[in-house]
């Protein structure tokens, strides 16, 4: 069942629209036209009461005043860094905004997540669209993007990325919705659990942006094949670790198709998160520069009170010609699939 509220107003002025997507279980999720934003998951814990497991904001100014946080937002058109704001496709050189010097960092100053997208709602499943113009944010192509979400039956929300474009052009769409799976409110995430099925991640250079080193993960902080708690890792005396101030890496999946990627589990609630993707790579960022800043209903985020975990493909694909091309070819379609599947044990 979904129903609708009015969610305020944007700055510019622009109505913004609350989706509230509920199954026969009660377990229920909200997003937003704004961005797509995935403002709240209540999924039950192990005595069967339902918590918010997705970090977010009571209003539109809210979103807009902590954009860089990104939380809960479909980052686009091409998400994590891209080395200098430049790349080369078709041999023509793009420029790229820098907004975060000297790289551009998912989408740009104005990215896909700063947008009020139309909607549509196709049975249970919420559709949202735009039409993002030739030469937004330096990219080129117009550029015709879906972004759906579907709760199922059995507490899963599953996202389905598609896209087109009228000329070569770059996409990378992912979701950037923090998880705590104690409830979005119940501070640090360092007991929660993870594992991840990749033997390899892409290692950092000095940039912050992947220097084209596959490594291996063995006998590192970023062997999560069996399932670890984040702060077994997230501080560990690791020249990658210190790079990212904790986990903010992409994680080289070893599945192919729609496939199980992560799974993220806190001892307290009980609470499960599987995510399967048709994605390549998933970064982890463990909200290590997650501002002091008040949440929903005045909970209180900050630092590592958070965990993302966005299937993507590699950051600074475009500039690495061995990794995954994250381009696509003028009338070609752009197909990818995220899954967020909630459990308890
Ligand atoms: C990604 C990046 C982080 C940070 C967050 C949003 O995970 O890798 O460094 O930018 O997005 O704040």
């Given at each position: 069942m979904i129903t609708t509220r009015p969610f305020g107003t944007t700055a510019d002025?622009?109505?913004?629209?609350?989706?509230?997507?509920?199954?026969?279980?009660?377990?229920?999720v909200e997003v937003l036209d704004y961005g797509c934003i995935l403002r709240a998951v209540a999924v039950p814990d192990r005595a069967g009461a339902?918590?918010?497991?997705?970090?977010?904001?009571?209003?539109?100014?809210?979103?807009?005043?902590?954009h860089q946080g990104y939380l809960g937002a479909m980052v686009g058109r091409c998400a994590n860094r891209i080395r200098d704001?430049?790349?080369?496709?078709?041999?023509?050189?793009?420029?790229?905004?820098?907004?975060?010097?000297?790289?551009?960092?998912?989408?740009?100053?104005r990215?896909?997540?700063?947008?009020?997208?139309?909607?549509?709602?196709?049975?249970?499943?919420?559709?949202?669209?735009?039409?993002?113009?030739?030469?937004?944010?330096?990219?080129?192509?117009?550029?015709?993007?879906?972004?759906?979400?579907t709760l199922t039956e059995d507490n899963a929300l599953r996202l389905v990325l598609e896209g087109e474009s009228d000329a070569d052009t770059v996409v990378n769409l992912t979701s950037h919705?923090?998880?705590?799976?104690?409830?979005?409110?119940?501070g640090g995430v360092g007991?929660?659990?993870?594992?991840?099925?990749?033997?390899?991640?892409?290692?950092?250079?000095?940039?912050?942006?992947?220097n084209g080193t596959i490594a291996s993960v063995v006998?590192?902080?970023?062997?999560?094949?069996?399932?670890?708690?984040?702060?077994?890792?997230?501080?560990?005396?690791?020249?990658?670790?210190?790079?990212?101030?904790?986990?903010?890496?992409?994680?080289?999946?070893?599945?192919?198709?729609?496939?199980?990627?992560a799974v993220l589990a806190a001892p307290e609630s009980g609470i499960t998160l599987s995510l399967s993707t048709t994605q390549p790579g998933l970064q982890v960022y463990t909200g290590n520069f997650l501002p002091e800043t008040a949440g929903k209903g005045g909970a209180r985020y900050a630092p590592r009170c958070g965990v993302a975990m966005e299937a993507q493909g590699f950051p600074n694909a475009m500039n690495l010609p061995g990794f995954p091309s994250v381009v696509l070819r003028a009338g070609e379609r752009y197909h990818q699939e995220i899954i967020f599947a909630f459990g308890h044990n």
């Open positions: 002025g622009t109505s913004v629209t609350c989706f509230r997507l509920e199954n026969a279980a009660g377990a229920w339902l918590r918010d497991v997705c970090l977010g904001f009571d209003t539109v100014a809210e979103y807009q005043e902590n704001a430049r790349f080369t496709l078709d041999g023509r050189e793009y420029v790229l905004a820098a907004n975060e010097r000297p790289n551009h960092l998912h989408g740009g100053d990215g896909f997540d700063q947008y009020v997208w139309d909607h549509s709602i196709e049975g249970d499943t919420v559709v949202f669209s735009r039409t993002s113009p030739d030469g937004e944010e330096g990219y080129p192509g117009t550029l015709k993007v879906r972004v759906s979400y919705a923090y998880w705590n799976l104690n409830g979005h409110g119940a007991s929660h659990t993870l594992s991840i099925d990749a033997i390899a991640l892409t290692e950092l250079g000095a940039d912050n942006c992947p006998g590192t902080p970023f062997d999560l094949r069996t399932a670890c708690p984040l702060e077994a890792g997230w501080d560990a005396d690791h020249p990658q670790i210190r790079q990212g101030g904790g986990y903010d890496h992409n994680w080289v999946l070893r599945g192919s198709g729609l496939h199980r990627a």
